[in-house]
Nanobody, 118 residues
Framework: QVQFVESGGGLVQPGGSLRLSCAGT?????????MGWYRQAPGKQLEFVAR???????DYSASVKGRFTISRDNAQNTMYLQMNTLEVEDTAVYYC???????????WGQGTQVIVSS
């Protein structure tokens, strides 16, 4: 069963930066997946943040475009989310998963908590 483990969250002040990681335990088929980052803020629904194809083509939600950068290292079965100029509204639990047009697919990990607060 495919599993993903998120890490890198923490407490940061507004305007600060964090880098999240997503490690996939799926061997050499990782490169075949379109991967996505998602987040869920307290009391809100799960929200799409960014996605990246196996070839490195990226797409972002309007709320993070220009501030966040998604990347991946297929050799390491790992995906990243560089988050800059963080805002209080970015506070959420961040998850990674396989992306599809119909929504995220695959098992969910524990996520990593990001808190942006002064």
């Amino acid at each position: 069963q495919v599993q993903f483990v998120e890490s890198g969250g923490g407490l940061v002040q507004p305007g600060g930066s964090l880098r999240l990681s997503c490690a996939g335990t799926i061997g050499n088929i990782f490169r075949n997946y379109v991967m996505g980052w998602y987040r869920q803020a307290p009391g809100k629904q799960l929200e799409f943040v960014a996605r990246i194809t196996g070839a490195g083509v990226t797409d972002y939600s309007a709320s993070v475009k220009g501030r966040f950068t998604i990347s991946r290292d297929n050799a390491q079965n790992t995906m990243y989310l560089q988050m800059n100029t963080l805002e209080v509204e970015d506070t959420a639990v961040y998850y990674c998963n396989r992306w599809s047009q119909a929504g995220p697919i695959g098992s969910w990990g524990q996520g990593t908590q990001v808190i942006v607060s002064s």
